[in-house]
C-alpha cells in the first residue's frame, strides 16, 4: 500500500510539473514557428527584390486581429534604411479608400447610390443625354460608360488642377456606351467620386479622409495629394525607379492628378491598419459593407475592390496599384482573416509579376512551399541585352555579306527584302496602340510605354537601325547590278 501511495504521489508531480511547462513549450514553438515563417518571408523578399532590381519596398501582414509583419526593405537613393514607417505611394489601392467615403454619407442618408451623379449638380449640362444617367453605383463599378478612348486619362493636356474641374468632362464626352452596360476600368470615375464627397461632406477631400477615415483607424502617418508632383515635396518618399538594360534608373512621375483614384500615400503600419479593420472595425452598417466587398453587377468589380471567391482560400477583396516610378499590390483573405500588401519604388514592368510577391507569401503563412520565378527583372534584362549585342554583331556581319552577295537582286525580291526588314519599324510605329490593346483600352503616354518597355525599345531601335542600313546595302547592291548589266 505504501508503495502504492509513493507510485501516485511520483505520477502524480509529474503531471503538475509536465503542465507547469507545457504552455512554456507550446509558446516556445509558436515563437519559433513565427521566427521561421518571418525568415523565409525575409529571405523571399530580399531574393525577389535583388533579382527584379527593386530598390525599397514595404511589406504589411496581418493575421487573425493582429499586425503580424511590418516591415521596409531596401534603402533610399542617400542609403537611409527604408522602415516599416517609410511613406510610399499606394496608387490605385487609394479607391478603395475613395469608394468607403462614399458609402459612409450613404450609410448618413446623404449620398444615394443608385441615384443620378448629375442630381447632385443640377447645373451641369451635357451634350451627350446619356450623361444624366450615370449613377453613383455606375461609378463605383465603374460601369459609367466612360474609357480612355473617348476621355484620355493619363495623356490629357492640361491635367486637372483642382477635383472642381472636373465635371467639365462630363459637359463635353460622348460616352463609349451605355451606362451601366459596360465595364472600362477608368481612373477619372474615381475623381468624380473624390468631387461628389467634397461638395455632398462640404469638406476638402483630402480632410474628409483624415477626419472620417485615417485618424479613426489610427492611420497617423497617411495622407492624400492631389497630383503626382507632390510626392517629391516629401523627402520622406523614396525615389521611383523604372528598369533598363538590367538597372534601376531614378525618375520623377510625369504631372497627373490623381486625387480620388490614386493620390493616398502610407505606410506599412498604416495599411496593417487598415487591412485589418476589413473585417475587425465597423466602418459602415452591415449592408453596406456587405455591397462594398461584393462584385459588381457585371464583372468582379465592385466598390474599390476586386472581389473573387477561392475554392481554398474563401472570399478575397484585391487591388492593385499602378505608377510608372511605383507599384502596389493589396490582397485580403476575408474568411481567413489574413491580408497582404506590398509598395515598392518601381513602377509597371514587362518582366515584375508584382502579384506573385502576394501569392509566394501567402504560400509561406500557409507552410506552403514557394518559389522565385526564373521570370523576372534581372534574367530577361539579361536575354535582351545578349539580344541586342546579338542583333548588332548580325547586321554587321549581314553588311559584309550582303556587298558580296552575287546573286541578281529583282524587283520583286527588293519589295519583299523591303517589307521584312520594316516590321521592327512598324511595332514602333503602332506600339501605342498595340498597348493599348494589351492594356484593356487604357490609352498610355510614351513616357509609361518607355518605362515599362525600355529594354525591349532599345531592341527594337537598334533591330530598326541595323535593317535600315542593311536596305540601303541591299539598294546599293542592287543598283550596281543594274548599272553593269
Request: charged residues 15%.
Amino acid at each position: 500500500m505504501l508503495i502504492m501511495k509513493k507510485r501516485m504521489f511520483i505520477a502524480i508531480s509529474c503531471l503538475l510539473l509536465l503542465c507547469s511547462i507545457w504552455p512554456n513549450f507550446v509558446s516556445a514553438t509558436k515563437a519559433r514557428d513565427r521566427s521561421e515563417i518571418l525568415q523565409n518571408i525575409d529571405e523571399y523578399m530580399n531574393r525577389s527584390m535583388e533579382v527584379n532590381q527593386i530598390r525599397a519596398a514595404s511589406l504589411s501582414i496581418v493575421k487573425g486581429n493582429e499586425v503580424y509583419y511590418a516591415k521596409g526593405y531596401g534603402t533610399f537613393e542617400n542609403g537611409q534604411s527604408v522602415t516599416s514607417d517609410t511613406h510610399f505611394p499606394i496608387a490605385s489601392l487609394s479607391k478603395s479608400f475613395t469608394a468607403l467615403a462614399v458609402l459612409q454619407l450613404a450609410d448618413n442618408g446623404l449620398i444615394d447610390l443608385d441615384a443620378a451623379y448629375n442630381s447632385y449638380f443640377p447645373d451641369n449640362l451635357a451634350q451627350d443625354p446619356r450623361v444624366h444617367n450615370i449613377t453613383v453605383r455606375h461609378l463605383l463599378n465603374q460601369t459609367s460608360g466612360l474609357n480612355d478612348q473617348i476621355n484620355p486619362d493619363m495623356t490629357r493636356k492640361p491635367q486637372f488642377q483642382t477635383l472642381h474641374e472636373v465635371n467639365r468632362l462630363l459637359t463635353e464626352v460622348q460616352l463609349a456606351h451605355s451606362p451601366g452596360t459596360a465595364y472600362s476600368y477608368h481612373n477619372p470615375n474615381y475623381v468624380l467620386l473624390a468631387n461628389l464627397v467634397e461638395n455632398v461632406s462640404g469638406e476638402r477631400f483630402s480632410d474628409y479622409l483624415n477626419k472620417h477615415i485615417f485618424q479613426p483607424l489610427g492611420m497617423n502617418h497617411t495622407f492624400s495629394v492631389s497630383t503626382t508632383q507632390q510626392f517629391y515635396e516629401n523627402v520622406t518618399i523614396p525615389l521611383g525607379h523604372y528598369l533598363s538594360l538590367g538597372r534601376a534608373v531614378g525618375q520623377t512621375e510625369p504631372m497627373w492628378f490623381i486625387e480620388g483614384p490614386a493620390g493616398i500615400v502610407s505606410t506599412a503600419e498604416d495599411m496593417s491598419l487598415w487591412m485589418l479593420a476589413q473585417y475587425h472595425e465597423h466602418l459602415l452598417s452591415p449592408t453596406l459593407m456587405k455591397q462594398y466587398h461584393a462584385a459588381g453587377a457585371i464583372g468582379p468589380y465592385g466598390m474599390g475592390w476586386l472581389a473573387d471567391q477561392d475554392e481554398s482560400w474563401g472570399r478575397i477583396i484585391s487591388h492593385s496599384g499602378i505608377f510608372w516610378t511605383y507599384k502596389s499590390e493589396e490582397k485580403i483573405f476575408l474568411d481567413e482573416q489574413m491580408g497582404i500588401a506590398v509598395m515598392f519604388n518601381s513602377g509597371l514592368n514587362a518582366y515584375v509579376n508584382y502579384s506573385t510577391f502576394i501569392d509566394e507569401i501567402a504560400k509561406i503563412m500557409r507552410g506552403e512551399k514557394h518559389a522565385t520565378s526564373f521570370v523576372n527583372g534581372r534574367n530577361m534584362e539579361m536575354i535582351m541585352i545578349t539580344l541586342i549585342v546579338a542583333t548588332l554583331l548580325w547586321g554587321v556581319y549581314a553588311c559584309f555579306r550582303i556587298r558580296r552577295r552575287n546573286q541578281i537582286l529583282t524587283i520583286r525580291k527588293m519589295m519583299w527584302i523591303t517589307i521584312g526588314r520594316i516590321i521592327p519599324i512598324v511595332i514602333l510605329v503602332f506600339l501605342s496602340p498595340l498597348m493599348t490593346f494589351i492594356g484593356g483600352g487604357r490609352v498610355l503616354p510614351w513616357f509609361g510605354i518607355w518605362t515599362t518597355l525600355s529594354t525591349p525599345i532599345i531592341w527594337l531601335v537598334v533591330w530598326s537601325i541595323v535593317n535600315l542600313v542593311h536596305l540601303a546595302c541591299y539598294y546599293y547592291v542592287y543598283v550596281q547590278h543594274k548599272k553593269y548589266s
